[in-house]
Structure formats: C-alpha cells, structure tokens
C-alpha cells in the first residue's frame, strides 16, 4: 500500500512568491491534515479536512495562506505572498478517521520551504 | 486547548542501556497517545501508541506507560542500538474532534 506522497520535496523561492504544495493521501483515508514544522520543533496543525469539508483551520493564517480538498482526496496548500518567517517542512497527514484505530495519523516525506 | 511538554530536549545513551523519554500533558479528555520517530530529513513514523483505557504496552524493545491521574506517559527503549537515534515526539489527543498535539521533541544519540 502507498504512503502518503507530497511534492514537491523542496522549494527555494524569494519573498512575497507564491508557492503550492501538494498531498495525495492513503487511499480510502478520510481524514486530511497539514502540518508546519520548523526546524527543533514537532508539528503544529495548520488545517484538517474530513472529506472535503475543512473542519479545524483555527491555526491556519487565512491573510496569505488557502488550501483546498477538492473531491475529497488530494489537496493543495498555498501561500501567497510567503514571508521569510514561513521557511520551514511542510507536513501531509491522512487517517481513516473516526474513532480508535481510524485516529492513527500516517505522515508524508513533507515539503522543505526556504524563502529567501 | 492542549498542552504537551516533553522532556528531556536531548539524550545520549550508550548502546545497549535503556532510554526513557517523559511527556506530561493538560487536558483531562485526551485519551490517544502516540509517540513518532522521526529520523533526520524524514517522515515522522508511529512506532507505538497507548489509549487511556490501558495502562502500558510493549512492542519489542520499546514500551510505554500511560498514568491518567498524573496526566503524564513515557516511552521506555530497552536495549538501544545505533539504529535508535532519532527524534522522539510525544503527543496528546482529545477524544471526538479533538486534535493531535505534540511535544517538542527528544533527540536521542546512540553511542557505540
């Protein structure tokens, strides 16, 4: 079974660029995360999806940042204009959602951003 | 929300000793607890997990303990191999829609 697969796996761009990330999650998992990590630290949840539906993305900065889950299976994260502050990995998650066995989250290999 | 904290930042072993990683967390409803290995420029992978209605688990060499009262859980790694270093992320989950929040990491170095 195929893991969850995000491209690209790094990016350079200069400030106020735009860039897109993409994630195809495990087949058959409802449940879509986007994680930001910067460098010494864990994961912190930007936004998740059940289905195509963005149900949590009260950390997502909404002024630069957009992502979307159309037919509820690959997604997109955009931002536009990036700010140096951005640089960090850029994290893909899916789970099949629901309760016990359905909350285990598998992660993608993430997008290395470095705005310069 | 929740709050994680994971200690200690860093951690040096010899190998074949064991290795005892400790995280506390504060929300009385987080009931999922999994703990990730994430080796440099690479994925975060789950190496094992515990929900509140257990109190310890083992897989092989590595095991955790989960204590709700206290509201903290720990992951233990018994006969450490080269293999093991990595960095060790606990994290804390409420149950329902509740979401997944993680400590800030234990750098785990094996020495031979």
């Known amino acids: 079974e195929a893991g969850v697969v995000q491209s690209p796996r790094y990016k350079i761009i200069e400030k106020k660029q735009p860039v897109a990330f993409w994630c195809n999650p495990i087949?058959?998992?409802?449940?879509l995360y986007w994680y930001r990590q910067n460098l010494g630290q864990g994961p912190e949840l930007l936004i998740r999806?059940?289905?195509?539906?963005?149900?949590?993305d009260s950390q997502l900065p909404k002024d630069r940042f957009s992502a979307e889950r159309l037919k509820g299976v690959d997604s997109t994260l955009k931002i536009q204009p990036a700010e140096l502050g951005d640089s960090a990995v850029y994290l893909c998650?899916?789970?099949?959602?629901?309760?016990?066995?359905?909350?285990?989250?598998?992660f993608g290999p993430g997008t290395r951003l470095l705005v310069l | 929300g929740e709050n994680v904290e994971q200690h200690p930042s860093t951690l040096s072993v010899q190998e074949g000793d064991s290795a005892v990683i400790k995280c506390t967390y504060s929300?009385?409803?987080?009931?999922?607890f999994p703990w990730y290995k994430q080796e440099l420029g690479k994925r975060p992978q789950l190496i094992i997990d515990?929900?509140?209605?257990?109190g310890e688990k083992k897989d092989q060499r590595i095991a955790v303990t989960l204590n709700k009262t206290a509201k903290h859980f720990s992951l233990h790694i018994t006969e450490t191999q080269p293999e093991d270093s990595a960095v060790y992320f606990c994290?804390?989950?409420?149950?329902?829609?509740?979401?997944?929040?993680f400590g800030a990491g234990t750098q785990v170095v094996v020495t031979p």
């Open positions: 998650a899916s789970s099949l959602g629901g309760q016990g066995a359905g909350e285990t989250q598998y």
């Open positions: 087949s058959g998992h409802n449940t």
């Open positions: 999806y059940e289905n195509e539906e963005a149900v949590d």
């Open positions: 929300d009385s409803a987080s009931n999922y």
């Open positions: 515990i929900r509140s209605n257990v």
């Open positions: 994290a804390a989950k409420p149950g329902g829609w509740g979401k997944l929040q």
